[in-house]
């Protein structure tokens, strides 16, 4: 069974640290970091070490805009 997950957290951007919110689709909060380090390191070139999340909850469903969330859980 899937759940909804969202991080809170930043990445390194350049010289800074850049903050980040995102909702995903993963079995379990295992899943769910791969997902994070994935998407970071595939669209922004961050390597895992400079992905920090700062904290990760199991959210419903419905609290979350982001479409692959609402897909994942659609009726």
């Not at 957290?9 to 010289?15: A, I, L, N, W």
């Not at 595939?42 to 419903?60: L, Q």
Request: no cysteine; net charge negative; glycine share 6%.
């Amino acid at each position: 069974m899937v759940k909804a997950f969202r991080a809170v957290g930043t990445f390194r951007s350049g010289v800074k640290n850049q903050p980040f919110t995102i909702d995903v689709v993963a079995d379990d909060e295992d899943g769910a970091m791969e997902y994070i380090y994935s998407n970071f390191g595939s669209r922004h070139g961050v390597k895992r070490r400079f992905v920090v999340v700062s904290s990760m909850s199991e959210i419903d469903p419905s609290e979350s805009t982001d479409p692959r969330v609402i897909s994942a859980f659609r009726e």
